[in-house]
């Protein structure tokens, strides 16, 4: 929690701040709020911003914390016993009904102070059916005081009767400028424009990327993607050894190798690309693909992302997946 210093947290949140802050100005806060948006955006560090300003006991008509009254010091020693942040135990894996029924009893019990109550659930599409009806029943009917803000990259995989009982505040992808400008102060070194092109704009995503084993590991696993479609590699051998890293990012790597490979197969310069800095490697596989065939895997590629942190088998999908990228040979 202490990570957070400046409201709102990046500079890209300007407008949903104000917008938030002018909600809640006028004490018209909904007890129930999703942040929809890509990964990456800072939805979560907004929610926890979101929420020190309502612990926070004279907060500026900006939603600037005062930094002196007992609750700001609560937030930022990161132990305020009014915010509850609901997440999954293990990274990628469900929000269990025990969480959500824990959660609901404590907050029956607790004695309500007068002030806010922020509940932080994320992601809320990680809540399995039980535990999201568990918590549409608190959606139904709200404790006074509790805020609950649903923080989701894919909020259509929330059950519909949930999104509907929420406020939905859309989290966008900033302007190219606002997010390289942000990257190049962090990261002078760094070609900002490029790594915002490979994170789709998503500049948390970019920033992550600009380390430089990262960068590696994306050249190391696309060299070995374009042996693959030229029948250098094994499709289960290689699987095995992708298993061992981070599933969801291989695959968004993945969609941005061959949504590239697409493009090249039009124009050898086109205009916008996700890799242009690996624009020469991925001409090279142009000439053994088949558009239709890809454009199949391609389609495998987003249905594997969908699914990746539900409880199927990755070592499966994976191997589904990249067996289809070989077929996508002319
Ligand atoms: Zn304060």
Redesign the pocket.
């Known amino acids: 929690m202490h990570t957070i210093t400046t409201f709102p947290p990046y500079p890209w949140l300007q407008d949903v701040w104000i917008q938030l802050q002018a909600v809640r100005s006028s004490g018209q806060l909904p007890h129930a709020i999703l942040f929809s948006g890509a990964e990456g955006l800072g939805k979560f560090e907004l929610a926890q911003a979101l929420a020190w300003s309502l612990?926070?006991?004279?907060?500026s008509e900006s939603g600037q914390?005062?930094?002196?009254?007992?609750?700001?010091?609560l937030?930022a020693a990161g132990n305020h016993p009014d915010l509850t942040v609901i997440e999954p135990e293990d990274t990628g894996k469900a929000i269990k009904i025990d969480t959500i029924r824990e959660f609901i009893s404590r907050e029956a019990i607790t004695a309500h102070a007068g002030g806010y109550k922020p509940v932080l659930i994320r992601p809320a599409d990680a809540m399995n059916q039980a535990a999201a009806n568990s918590l549409l029943k608190t959606l139904e009917e709200p404790v006074s005081g509790t805020i609950m803000i649903l923080i989701s990259a894919n909020p259509s995989r929330l059950p519909a009767t949930i999104r509907s009982r929420c406020r939905q505040i859309p989290v966008i992808v900033p302007a190219a400028e606002v997010a390289c400008e942000w990257l190049q102060t962090l990261k002078p070194e760094s070609n900002a424009k490029v790594l915002l092109q490979t994170a789709a704009g998503s500049p948390l995503k970019a920033l992550m990327m600009s380390d430089p084993e990262r960068m590696e590991l994306r050249q190391e696993l696309l060299g070995e993607f374009c042996e693959l479609l030229t029948l250098r590699q094994d499709p289960v051998v290689l699987a095995g050894r992708w298993l061992k890293q981070d599933l969801r990012e291989i695959l968004n790597w993945m969609c941005g190798w061959v949504i590239d490979i697409l493009r090249l197969q039009v124009v050898p310069q086109p205009a916008i690309m996700i890799n242009p800095d690996h624009r020469g490697r991925l001409l090279d596989v142009v000439r053994v693909i088949d558009t239709r065939r890809l454009f199949q895997a391609l389609d495998h590629i987003y249905e594997a992302r969908g699914y990746v942190d539900a409880t199927l088998n990755d070592q499966m999908t994976l191997e589904r997946l990249l067996l289809a990228l070989v077929k996508s040979r002319r």
């Open positions: 612990l926070c006991k004279s907060p914390p005062c930094g002196q009254c007992s609750g700001c010091n937030m």
